[in-house]
């Protein structure tokens, strides 16, 4: 149950172990985004909220290192090999992606839309695993691609598998970076989902991040120690509705994950069967008071 949100007892600034430097240097590359092509110092800097002068040193020290490529006719920046490297072992020591990749698949042709699997990147879930089509309307998302913890049924599906402590620290986070003002509308979407987690198994958001997509969501767990990862599913609101997200969609993902849990786990999963799995009963226990505790204010 939660019961408050906790402040970080450690901040970056009395850190002494935390490399204020590298930090900085590692920003710069996260300001860029899938698409992005060429940045300037200028927009680095509006991305990143450092200084320009600061900002220049960076960019001068990525480019000596190999991490940046100048393009001196815009006077911009693109990333580098050996910064594309990073990201592509990254992706190859994830082996729940290429188990996943049959599976998400799958249920891309079953259902007609996007599915995906990601991990936290700050208050952000980013993708590096993702199955769409020519076919897939409306969700142009991709790998590399970031979607919001709180409004997105992937971002609150992960959230409601955290540890509690853990979770409380996120909360606060994001009750921070959304103000007090959106925070009792964002708060009450991520008390509909832990409902929805705890009746159905997972978890949905139906127009909270963009009004016309709808998602499913399902968390999952592995035994290493790693993650939790989270996975959804979605598409356009004319095609999932309300009504389908809950009946179909939903425990089609669930049926999938659970059969990703088995390959994981070295057995033999096989196909999911949505008949059954409708007539599975509503989670308990943990996940009904998740979803009674999280009503709790907050502060």
């Known amino acids: 149950m939660i019961q408050g949100m906790k402040r970080s007892s450690k901040k970056v600034a009395t850190d002494r172990s935390f490399v204020v ?18 940045l300037g110092n ?20 990525l480019t000596k290192l190999g991490y940046l490529t100048p393009v001196p006719r815009f006077d911009k920046y693109q990333l580098a090999p050996a910064a594309i490297a990073l990201g592509y072992a990254a992706l190859t020591n994830l082996g729940v992606r290429h188990i996943s990749d049959p599976y998400r698949d799958q249920l891309m042709r079953e259902t007609g839309g996007a599915v995906a699997i990601g991990a936290r990147d700050r208050l952000n879930m980013i993708y590096f695993g993702q199955s769409r089509s020519s ?32 979770r409380a620290v996120l909360l606060n986070e994001i009750r921070e970076h959304v103000g007090n003002s959106r925070w009792p509308k964002v708060r009450e ?10 009746k159905y198994g997972f978890t949905t958001s139906a127009g909270e991040w963009h009004n016309d997509i709808h998602a499913a969501g399902v968390a999952l767990k592995l035994n290493d120690g790693t993650g939790p990862y989270a996975f959804n599913c979605g598409a356009p609101a004319f095609k999932f ?29 096989r196909s999911p069967d949505i008949k059954e799995n409708k007539k599975m009963k509503p989670a308990g226990g943990k996940l009904a008071r998740v979803a009674e505790g999280i009503k709790q204010p907050p502060f």
Do not use: C, H
């Open 21 to 38: 430097a590298l930090s900085r240097g590692l920003d710069v590359l996260r300001a860029f985004r899938p698409n992005d092509g060429l």
């Open 42 to 61: 200028q927009e680095i800097a509006a991305r990143t909220n450092l200084p320009k002068p600061t900002i220049s040193r960076l960019t001068y020290t």
């Open 135 to 166: 076919l897939t309307v409306g969700v142009l998302l991709d790998v590399g691609s970031r979607v919001p913890i709180a409004t997105t049924a992937m971002g609150r599906a992960y959230l409601l598998a955290l540890p509690e402590d853990e």
């Open 189 to 198: 979407g991520i008390e509909r989902s832990a409902e929805t987690l705890a």
């Open 241 to 269: 509705t309300e009504d389908l997200l809950l009946n179909d969609i939903g425990p089609r993902l669930l049926a999938m994950v659970r059969s990703i849990e088995l390959a994981l786990n070295g057995n033999v999963a």
